[in-house]
Every structure is written in C-alpha cells, then in structure tokens.
C-alpha cells in the first residue's frame, strides 16, 4: 500500500512539476529529506524518485515561461567554486575507484540547492520551501518523540535504513538542525491551532533527539538552544520554559542515557572518542601530503595504513570539518567554512534590512531560524560526518533566496525611503 501511495504522488505531480518547475523543487526536496520510498517494502523501496523528479524540474527550466533569477551574491559565489573545487580533486583522488559515486551524489544536492534558488521567486514560494524543510525531517522527529516516551528512552531513536540519516547519530544532527525551522513554524502559523501543532511538533523533535543517544547532538542541541534564547523577544519567558522543561523531558530517560552522556567528559577513557581522534590525525595528515586531499571517499582501510596513526584502527571522519579536509585538502576546508561564514552573513544582513518593517517579519524570523540551524549544524557536525547532507544546503539556499526577495528584490527609492526613515532624515 505504501509503495502504490508513493508512486501515485509522485507520478501524478510530474505533469504539474513540466509546468511550475517550484513544485519540483518542493517534491525533490521532501524526497531527499524524508526519503518517503524507504518507508516502503516493495518495488518503491530502491526506485530513482528524485532522479525522475530532479530531470522532470530541470526540462521544466527550459519550456516554462516562470521568471528565473540566479543572484551572484558571495553564498552563490562560494557554493559554486566549492563545487567547482569539489570537481576539480575527484579527477585526483587517491581512490578513483569510488570517487565519482561520492561526486554524483554530492553534486546532485548542489545542483537541486541552485535550482531552488534560480526558481524560487515569490514570498509564498519561500514559505513552501521551508514548511517541505520543516515537515519532511519534523516527521522522524515527532515519530522518534512519541517512541522515546513510549519506551521510556530505553532504545535508540533511528532513520530510514540506506539514507543519510540511518544511524542515530545523523538523525540526530539533521533533527537539531531542522527544529528552528519548525520553530518557525510555530512563529509564523496565523492559526492557534497550527502554532499549538507547531509547538508540539518541536517539542517531540527535541525529546527525539534526546533519544538519539548521540552525544554530538547534545552538544549542538545546547549551543542551538542558547542561541534561539538569544534571539529571542521573550527571554525571561522562554527562560523559564527552558528550566522547566528540560528536566522534565530528561526524567524520561533511563540511568544508561546519562551514562551516554557522561562519557563526553572522559574521551580519552572512550574506545569509540579515540577512534575518531585517529580518523581526525588520518585526515590531517592526508591533507598534509595532498595538497588536493584524497577526493571523495578516501576514509577507507587501505589509506588509513598509510596515514593514521593507528592504522588498523579504522574510523569513518566523524566530523563535517575533517572529512572535508581529507576529502578536498586545506582549501577545501577553507572554501567550506567561507561558504558558512558567507551564508551566517547572509541572514545578518537580512534581519539588518527587515528589522523595523513589519511587512517583512516573516524573513526576519525565517533568517534568524536559519541561521541557528546552521549554527546548531556547525557544532553538533564537529562529530558527524554529514558534510555534504542536503538540509545543509538548503538552508544556504533559502537564506539566498529571502536576500533575494527582500535586499535586492526591492527598488532602489523603496530602499532610500527605508533608509531615509530609519536615520530620521
């Protein structure tokens, strides 16, 4: 049942997706996020729905007559040399063997993030792009929520099998970087009862999380926290919300979660902590003797007897930073952090513009949400090895496309006018 409501979706949606190439942006991104056909059993279950529906979008580019705007602003600029970079190690990679699988699957995610960006023009086509983003992850978060409570916290929270976010750990990551997204959600619904179901669903992606076991994840759940406190109007109140709430959800959880989470403090004493430390000093040294890295790929046996310390103890990057730099050498993590730093000034520039307009309190909230995601990505990502998952790009995505419906979108005497009002000129 479930592989026929999978193939009726899709199918049905790709004469529309041929006519309104925003409608294939959406339907790709909800598979590449919720990977609905690993939900299934049967002939769905390895069918290519996001190749179909990213060729059906791209032929859509050429015959619809919809506006299509690329902003070459410094995110866009980045995420393309990146890319470019990206292209230019795997035709030197140290394994050519399996390069090119990790380069299609990589420059896919790019090629749908420009795509976003390119036909992503309108206020309604933003908002769509975040409740796809906020929904298609909000899923797992609210499905492990409601089995966290249910078991008591005595089992691991896990993804779909065969997807970026299979493991307990990855889940993790992608739902703390998607709960201010959901957020937003609840920010922005007109309704009370979508801002209650907002609400709930953010509060069972954070027990979900908490469930996940991942101790990179507890990390970046308390720098996200701290910052969605920071941003907030109401710190007092959701100060004292935080206080209560908190201890209430981790009295869910069994003695062996806190002895999980105690182990932070006692990485040395930690086989699978030194584990990743080897797989850090692996990459390190790799990038060290490679000016280019290793290409896509390249954690593998055969090149940690070369360059780990300890070189039969092998470990996957378990960190976004090493991996790059092993991947792609020290430009490469360089162009990966510039892209980081380039998309955080993406959304200060504008919550900067939207600040005092009440017509754009919708982008002032959606950046500023999209920013702790990325923050709250870059901190639990310093022990997981998801330097290339598609939310991360999509985030990048949607704060290039509000600079592009607010900051460069609006006439220039519209901004002398703001500017004029806000200086009392």
Do not use: C
Request: hydrophobic letters at 55%; charged letters at 10%; proline letters at 4%.
């Amino acid at each position: 049942m479930r592989d026929y409501l999978v193939f009726a979706i899709v199918f049905g949606l790709l004469p529309f997706i041929l006519k309104r190439p925003v409608l294939g942006v959406l339907v790709f991104t909800w598979i590449s996020l919720m990977n609905p056909h690993r939900l299934t059993y049967g002939a769905a279950y390895n069918f290519p729905f996001a190749a179909i529906v990213a060729a059906a979008t791209l032929f859509g580019l050429f015959i619809s007559t919809q506006p299509k705007r690329l902003p070459f602003t410094p995110a866009t600029i980045m995420l393309l040399v990146f890319a470019a970079w990206m292209t230019l190690t795997s035709f030197f990679a140290l394994e050519p063997e399996l390069v090119w699988e990790g380069w299609n699957t990589v420059m896919k995610t790019v090629l749908m993030a420009l795509v976003a960006i390119l036909v992503l023009n309108t206020e309604r086509d933003i908002k769509a792009f975040a409740w796809v983003i906020a929904l298609s992850l909000g899923f797992y978060g609210f499905k492990g929520g409601i089995f966290t409570l249910a078991s008591g916290g005595t089992n691991h929270v896990l993804g779909p099998v065969g997807t970026y976010i299979s493991d307990n750990n990855t889940l993790a990551l992608a739902l703390i970087t998607v709960l201010p997204i959901i957020w937003y959600l609840h920010m922005s619904a007109q309704s009370a009862w979508l801002r209650f179901a907002a609400m709930v669903l953010a509060g069972l992606t954070a027990i979900s999380v908490i469930g996940s076991y991942s101790r990179g994840a507890l990390l970046g759940g308390g720098a996200m926290i701290f910052l969605l406190w920071l941003k907030g109007h109401q710190k007092l109140r959701t100060g004292i919300l935080l206080i209560i709430m908190l201890p209430i959800a981790l009295a869910f959880m069994p003695e062996q979660w806190f002895e999980r989470m105690g182990t932070i403090d006692n990485y040395n004493e930690d086989a699978s902590a030194m584990g990743r430390i080897n797989a850090w000093h692996f990459a390190f040294n790799l990038a060290k003797d490679n000016f280019l890295g290793g290409g896509f790929k390249v954690f593998t046996p055969k090149m940690f007897l070369i360059y780990a310390p300890e070189p039969l103890d092998f470990h996957v990057a378990h960190s976004i930073y090493f991996q790059v730099l092993g991947d792609h050498g020290f430009v490469g993590l360089a162009l990966f952090l510039l892209l980081m730093a380039f998309a955080l000034r993406t959304g200060a520039r504008i919550q900067k513009f939207s600040k005092d307009r009440t017509d754009l309190k919708w982008a002032f909230n959606l950046a500023a949400m999209a920013q702790v995601s990325i923050i709250g990505y870059a901190v639990g990502g310093a022990f997981l090895s998801m330097p290339y998952y598609d939310l991360y790009y999509y985030l990048i995505a949607l704060l290039v496309l509000l600079e592009k419906v607010t900051v460069t979108h609006v006439p220039r005497d519209t901004l002398l006018s703001a500017h004029l009002a806000r200086t009392n000129v």
